[in-house]
């Protein structure tokens, strides 16, 4: 390389790598195939600790930082198929990590890395809240901004970093989400994006999820978790769907609000007590919808679909774990339900349905005794 290219060391490597990179995600924007690889090598570059410290420090990732619009890279406009968004997520989780690595807490840099997504946002909600939702452009702007978020939230896995996503976000964008699960609730390409959007916001990664003592913040979060739960379920319940679209139509969102739900259950970062203290009804809420879309689904149906069975026992685990009161105050036929689902799950043939359901049984004969 030294010969043929005049590269002489690595970081002058890294930038032919860098302006390739740049390249094909400005020109090849249309190909999916192209724009897939090209992110899973910026991916893979930005996941090394050595390398990643190396190219912080190049003009190239600094443009990457500055100008992370579909005025340069085509594919993150509207114009492409919502298949081609799927690149989105990877995209922004290679950017998270390499603003990450500099990023300390300089809130000035975060707020103009996030400046495109705060436009888009702004933009978004005055729409939403004129109506104006009956577009296709809009509707796409949904689903891009929910991967692009998602990706960012999965690569700010440290305390400071997550709360100045979550202080960007809430309470200001929240609501436009949650106003588009309302309106698209029935589209699973909208809905979907944002699910995983807020299940990956309520997953403690890294102990990323660790509030100040006085901080409302914890509780803040389930709130809003719950709210976009009990919006999409209580709506996807009167969706009728054909027997074979039955998982990526309905079953496939419900999935993602059990793993959701335990997520936020789990987490170890709020006090659920503190709900009913005060009234609050939002911790019920989820709860009571969880047992709704549960009931919704025949048993029959569980195990057929790995995904949705491994968040349901899974789920449950934690349930029976840490809300054994919740469980004891179901009716009568609806624990029948649960218990019944378990001996199914127990004859499952997967390892982690299984374990799921032995711990479930385990910490239900110990909280009776109790």
Known sequence: LSEVLGLNDESMVLSVIIRKVITNLKYWGACELIISKTLQLLSDLSVGYGTVRKLVKLEEVGFLLSNHTAEHYPFLGVNVGVT????????????????MVDLGEDED??????????????SLGAVLAAGGYNSEEVRKTVIGLA???RGIAFAFNTKTSYMMLFDWIYPTYTPVMQRAVEIWFQDPQVTTPILKLFAELVQNRSQRLQFDVSSPNGILLF???SNIICSYGN???????????MYPLKLKGISICFSMLKAALCGSYVNFGVFRLYG?????????????????IPQTDLLDYPKLSQTYYVLLECLAQDHMAFLA??????????????????QALDTMVCTGCCATLDHIDRKSVV
């Open 84 to 99: 081609e968004m799927r690149c989105r997520s990877m995209f922004y989780t290679s950017l998270g990590r390499l603003l």
């Open 329 to 346: 105050t179901l009716e009568p036929q609806v624990f029948l339900y649960i218990l019944a689902s378990i001996s199914e799950g127990l």
């Open 235 to 245: 709506r996807i319940l009167d969706v009728q769907v054909a027997k074979d679209q």
């Open 223 to 225: 709130r809003e978790a």
């Open 109 to 122: 840099k975060f707020e103009a890395f996030m400046m495109p997504l705060t436009s888009a946002f702004e």
């Open 280 to 296: 609050d009804e939002a911790l019920d809420n989820a709860l009571n919808t969880f047992v709704t879309l549960l009931l919704s």
């Open 147 to 149: 991967r692009d978020l």
